[in-house]
């Protein structure tokens, strides 16, 4: 990372501070990052010198294939918490909303029990770091880090890309102190916002109409200035 960038990138937040919506959208650029460096081995030429078996190729493709499978992954739990209804996300997928929700709800329970449990665990032990089998990574500083790379990495030679911008992940993420967003009438409250019977995620009425999965929110009765207190909580 060059001087200019370190100067332009915002200072680092606490994890606790971005929303679920963010830690998945940074999980997703993280997978997106393993896929690109992967498939990068194959686009190199054989260097001289270098003795490679003769299925490095292979090999290759299959690591990139397993790393898709995890971006795929990743881009449906990122939708599933910026407000995307499994039928938004099975047409997206060109399957039926109950296949989409079959084969990807344990994914998007999963991500939320284990940001769950890390942000538990955070108070007595800040340095934590997300579980190792898990999507979650360190939000903050891996958001500076693909925008750092972006930066300098420039437009990409051949494509239609532009280069990125110092920050531009990090500006897209949720600022506490004002983010409402509202998705599919669903209003996600900011970090430290007081409400009674606060919810983390989402703040709505269910009806037996609803979408059927399982939702973070805050356990806490009181409106309350500090962290959140979450759970895992079956709604809809």
Avoid at 16 to 37: C, F, I, K, N, Q
Avoid at 136 to 142: A, K, V
Avoid at 194 to 199: D, F, I, K, N, T
């Amino acid at each position: 990372m060059t001087e200019a960038t370190q100067r332009t990138q915002p200072p680092v937040r606490p994890f606790e501070s971005y929303t679920p919506a963010d830690h998945a959208r940074v999980a997703m650029a993280r997978a997106a990052w393993s896929v690109l460096t992967e498939a990068y081995e194959a686009l190199v030429p054989e260097r001289p010198g270098v003795a490679r078996p003769m299925t490095v190729l292979i090999d290759t493709a299959r690591s990139v294939h397993v790393l898709a499978d995890r971006l795929l992954r990743a881009a449906v739990i990122a939708g599933h918490e910026q407000g995307l209804t499994w039928t938004q996300i099975g047409v997206a997928l060109d399957v039926t909303k109950q296949s989409a929700h079959e084969r990807f709800a344990d994914a998007v329970t999963e991500f939320r029990r284990d940001l769950v449990h890390h942000l538990d665990a955070l108070p007595g032990k800040p340095d934590a770091q997300p579980p190792a089998a898990s999507l979650l990574c360190d939000t903050s500083r891996y958001a500076r880090r693909v925008d750092a790379w972006r930066a300098e990495l420039g437009a990409v030679p051949g494509t239609m890309s532009v280069a990125g911008q110092p920050g531009e992940l990090l500006a897209q993420l949720s600022d506490p102190a004002t983010a409402v967003t509202h998705v599919n009438g669903i209003s996600a409250r900011p970090a430290d916002a007081p409400a009674p019977r606060c919810r983390f995620t989402a703040d709505t009425d269910w009806t037996p109409d609803s979408e059927p999965g399982e939702y973070l929110v805050c356990t806490d009765v009181d409106g309350h200035p500090g962290r959140h207190r979450l759970a895992v909580s079956g709604l809809g």
